[in-house]
């Protein structure tokens, strides 16, 4: 294989490179010393959107490829902006609301479609798409004055520094604070309280754009998300299911070049244990096969706060 970059999801306690550095096992940390370093994105949208030649408008436009993966564009003009307007649980923190992970709400497709609703009595000129309970879409006709941050870039984190700004944000703001009283008003938040489950009481507005045409070099893309599968039929590219670990090579004998995204994290899971998972189901095999000139160049691009790729050939696979 010619080229090999792997697209890593850290837990939310591993954020910070620094904090990583401390807690790396083995060949994580001889990755870190014998590696060349550069910044890189913090979001899984942003380094998708870059791996596959995607340009920034006012967002990184996943929204409008993930509503792909959910099967939304086959139903809506092709020329739609497609905005993300995920649920939340907002938790007041000493410096403000802060935003914890839509997966942690465990919602199903009937509740997330009756809160839908109840958003849209509140906001008329507003019509949710939910085809996820935690993926919900804005489709627009006309592209908004708009810019905002990604969700993975806010999980844990205080919203005030992170709002959508540009001319357009604050009637989007206002629209926001109506429909979080109605999810305030909704019974199912006050069922979801007496049960001591997070209440859906927060919405995040992200993404935003018209469907991009993708070019990259990969000629295989390795994942789980339906997004990834859009990406890689709208770029001509196969795409695999991501393999348990590296050993399992299937279909990457004839791979020179292959793009993968762990779908390792499991907010069960300790991250001592976790990272010992991604040390020898994919880094010792990899640093194996460096060794060996069985991969030419190896990307592994952490997507932490901030960022980091650390590149590696067989070269720099031997220092100690």
């Known amino acids: 294989m010619k080229h090999l970059r792997i697209l890593v999801p850290l837990p939310g306690d591993l954020l910070a490179p620094d904090r990583l550095t401390l807690a790396a096992p083995p060949f994580l940390a001889r990755m870190l010393r014998a590696a060349a370093r550069e910044p890189a994105e913090s979001s899984l949208a942003a380094a998708l959107c870059d791996a596959f030649g995607i340009e920034r408008g006012n967002d990184w436009p996943w929204a409008a490829i993930s509503a792909r993966g959910d099967g939304l564009a086959r139903h809506a003009p092709a020329d739609t902006y497609w905005l993300r307007i995920d649920p939340l649980h907002l938790e007041i923190g000493m410096g403000g609301l802060i935003a914890h992970d839509p997966a942690t709400l465990d919602l199903s497709q009937h509740d997330a479609g009756s809160l839908a609703r109840q958003i849209e009595d509140a906001v008329p000129a507003w019509r949710i798409h939910c085809p996820n309970p935690t993926r919900w879409y804005l489709g627009l ?43 305030h008003a909704h019974p199912l938040n006050d069922a979801r ?31 789980g998300s339906a997004a990834l599968t859009a990406l890689a039929d709208l770029a001509g590219i196969e795409r695999a299911s991501c393999p348990a670990g590296l050993a399992d090579v299937g279909v990457w004998r004839r791979t020179r070049r292959a793009l993968v995204v762990l779908d ?57």
């Open 141 to 183: 006709t006309r592209a908004p004055d708009l810019t905002t941050v990604e969700l993975d870039r806010l999980s844990g984190a205080y919203l005030g520094a992170h709002l959508p700004t540009g001319t357009d944000a604050p009637a989007f703001l206002r629209a926001i604070n109506d429909a979080q009283m109605a999810l």
């Open 264 to 320: 390792l994290v499991d907010p069960g899971l300790p991250a001592d244990e976790w990272l010992a998972r991604l040390d020898s189901q994919w880094l010792g095999p990899a640093l194996t096969r460096l060794r060996l000139g069985l991969i030419g160049r190896l990307d592994l691009h952490l997507l932490s706060r901030p960022g980091l790729r650390l590149t590696l050939t067989p070269l720099g696979a031997w220092k100690p």
């Open 193 to 223: 309280e007496a049960a001591g489950l997070p209440t859906v009481n927060g919405l995040w507005l992200w993404g935003g754009g018209r469907a991009p045409t993708p070019r990259t070099d990969f000629n295989l893309v390795a994942g």
